[in-house]
């Protein structure tokens, strides 16, 4: 008898620190270069942190970012592309890697926290105090609060991903992984530009595009002899479509953000001829070049990879990762230039508080011209409505229908969400109590019920390709969240209200509602919110999607009711209060025109019950319809069913009330009008 012995696929630990290391030194050589020729390490002036400190944030940024990516890279690549093999096979390698990857990447982030603060009091690391200090950073300041949860979060999924085997934990560590970039973004050299809120979202956009390129790239690299061949070519494949949106986010991103930086076209030739210019320059040459790469992938490349020949996209993937590391280099480079229009800009106090300067007084006109464009909405916005109407478009093509109607309610709801986030709710809400109730309820009560009426998640069911492979792409995805035991939980009327108009008492009255108006961050998470929880109360009120079982139409007005009384209740007495919510921030924005912050409060509690109460009334009679064609249905299936039988139900009961008239003992044969057999 005989026997074999399967080996389990395992990394080539020399092939994947060969290129490593090769990619490493190009970025930083790229970077050192770089960096001299700019002056971005030329010593200071005043206080100098001296050498080490110049150069190692040069240095720890490049190796910060790399690492960073291919943390990204590998987990989406593992969540996104790769099938599930047995025993996890398939992942484990890839896991290996993103845990190696994140615990540089904690380590590059505590010395850029380190470096940064010894550059920000211009004294070496080993000056006295200069621990306590260090803690005190991390603590109090945003740069260092950024560094140290970049670190901390780092570490965690460095930790995570060593153990981890399944698919689903490289989704969860992939989107901490994402959310691990932030802090740059927020902190990055676009944070002092003007326009804060486009530059730090631009910023965030070309973080991303970068990481899930650059690592997605490298992952495939350092998995492919641990992947059989055409599995291998799936994956590229899925890459490719990662690649191009990608492209198209860096370079749209780019262009805003340089854009930004230099103060506009007017700039541009004052800017190319100083060494900042130079650096753009040098990432846009890059950029392209990558582009061209792309290209070359999807006409050469991915073909020959799904013919069973590696060697060309192998080569070609070297030498575009070869480009990517340069453009690291630069980028890093960059960050420690100043722009030549870098300087102090004046500004009003509302402008140094909100990050936009006092709007005029409001008029009915201005409320539609004042326009302050929020990238990050306008963004999903145009995502999500070019992916609907590419999913309408693509069942007319075999021959499928899709309501109007649906097609309709996302395009309004698509309209007031860019208005309101962008234009005079926007612009308004940030100065005043009452234009941030019409923003508020704008999101949660007006815009959510149009997108739940559109379909969203049963268009993306019927259009969305499901794998056959074993991997999880967007439909399968979208299928486990649609039934799991968590949206289970929440989409519980009776737990979705609470969710929903409860919220308005947490967030108003703690310090939440604080932190929405003072930070970026809180500001983007209260959209989020504001809008998350309306859409899932209005899916469980009035939703077509398939999703956990719905109680029956009763439960449901029952709850909108209480729902809208506890609205009223609410806004009812924020109407009559007399204790102005963040006084100190409305009333430090030196705002001229308009009325006293307790006046515009209470018209606030005025604008939340009377927009409230609206939509609310608006799906109720929604539901109401709803309720109406549900009996319908049922009554035409009955119809049916009495045609195909002869409408036996009914003789039977019919048959069982005359017997039952004439107190005549019935068998149950006879109840249901069939006759009884004979006596034997």
């Known amino acids: 008898m005989s026997s074999t012995t399967q080996t389990r696929p395992s990394l080539d630990t020399g092939r994947t620190a060969t290129i490593g290391t090769v990619l490493v030194v190009l970025a930083l050589g790229t970077a050192a270069l770089a960096a001299a020729g700019s002056g971005a390490v030329k010593p200071s002036i005043l206080q100098d942190p001296g050498p080490m400190v110049r150069w190692g944030l040069i240095l720890a940024r490049v190796v910060a970012d790399i690492a960073g990516a291919l943390t990204v890279g590998v987990l989406l690549l593992t969540a996104l592309a790769l099938p599930v093999g047995k025993g996890g096979q398939a992942h484990r390698p890839a896991f290996l890697i993103a845990a190696a990857s994140s615990t540089v990447w904690a380590l590059a982030a505590i010395a850029l926290l380190v470096f940064n603060l010894a550059d920000v009091l211009g004294s070496p ?150 060494s900042y210019g130079l650096l753009l320059l040098g990432k846009t040459a890059a950029l392209v070049l990558l582009g061209l790469f792309g290209y070359r992938h999807r006409e050469a490349t991915l073909p020959d990879l799904e013919a069973g020949k590696r060697g060309a996209f192998t080569r070609l993937a070297v030498v575009e990762l070869g480009v990517m590391a340069v453009a690291f280099g630069l980028a890093s480079a960059l960050s420690r230039t100043p722009p030549p229009t870098a300087g102090e800009r004046t500004t009003d106090i509302a402008e140094a508080i909100t990050g936009y300067p006092m709007p005029p007084e409001p008029t009915l006109a201005r409320w539609f011209t ?24 693509k ?162 007005l029952i709850v909108l009711l209480a729902t809208m009384a506890f609205h009223a209740f609410f806004f009812l007495a924020m109407m009559n209060g007399e204790t102005v919510l963040q006084a100190e921030f409305f009333g430090n924005l030196g705002r001229t025109w308009g009325e006293d912050l307790l006046t515009d409060q209470q018209a606030g509690g005025g604008i939340g019950w009377g927009i409230g109460e609206f939509p609310t009334l608006l799906i109720a009679v929604v539901l109401m319809v709803q309720w109406a064609r549900s009996d319908d249905r049922e009554q035409r299936r009955y119809d049916r069913k009495a045609d195909r039988d002869g409408d036996a139900e009914l003789e039977a009961y019919n048959a069982m009330l005359a017997k039952l008239s004439g107190n005549k003992k019935i068998t149950p044969e006879e109840a249901k009008g069939e006759e009884k057999p004979p006596a034997s």
């Open 395 to 556: 069942l007319r093509r075999r021959g499928d229908s899709w309501p109007l109607g649906r097609t309709v309610a996302l395009v309004l709801g698509i309209a007031l969400l860019v208005y309101t986030t962008s234009s005079g709710p926007a612009v308004y809400g940030r100065v005043t109590f009452s234009g941030h109730m019409v923003m508020h309820m704008m999101l949660s009560m007006m815009v959510p019920p149009l997108l739940v009426l559109s379909a969203p998640i049963t268009l993306a069911l019927r259009t969305l390709t499901a794998r056959r492979d074993g991997s999880r792409g967007p439909r399968e995805w979208l299928l486990i969240i649609t039934e799991s035991r968590y949206l289970k939980v929440v989409s519980f009327p009776p737990a979705a209200a609470p969710l929903f108009a409860g919220s308005l008492v947490v967030f108003y009255y703690s310090g939440l509602f604080e932190l929405a108006l003072t930070t970026h961050t809180g500001h983007v998470l209260m959209n989020v919110h504001f809008l998350l929880s309306g859409y899932l109360f209005a899916w469980t009120m009035i939703g077509v999607d398939p999703g956990p079982q719905r109680f029956g139409y009763p439960l449901r």
């Open 370 to 393: 004042q326009w302050q464009p929020d990238l990050l909405w306008v963004v999903v916005a145009a995502v999500g409505a070019l992916a609907y109407f590419a999913g309408v478009q």
């Open 125 to 274: 690391i080993d000056s006295p105090g200069f621990g306590s200090q260090l803690v005190a950073y991390t603590r109090d300041i945003d740069l260092g609060r950024g560094l140290g949860l970049t670190a901390a979060g780092a570490a965690v999924i460095g930790l995570l991903a060593a153990g981890a085997v399944k698919t689903t934990s490289a989704a969860w560590l992939s989107a901490g992984a994402l959310l691990c970039l932030i802090p740059t973004a927020l902190n990055g050299h676009a944070s002092s530009s003007g326009d804060h809120q486009t530059a730090v979202t631009s910023l965030g956009l070309h973080l991303i595009g970068a990481a899930v390129w650059v690592g997605g790239l490298s992952a495939l690299l350092l998995l492919a002899p641990t992947i059989k061949g055409p599995v291998l070519a799936r994956a590229a494949q899925r890459y490719s479509t990662f690649a191009l949106w990608s492209f198209i986010a860096i370079g749209l991103s780019g262009l805003i953000n340089s854009y930004l930086r230099i103060g506009g076209p007017s700039s541009l030739g004052e800017t190319l001829g100083t």
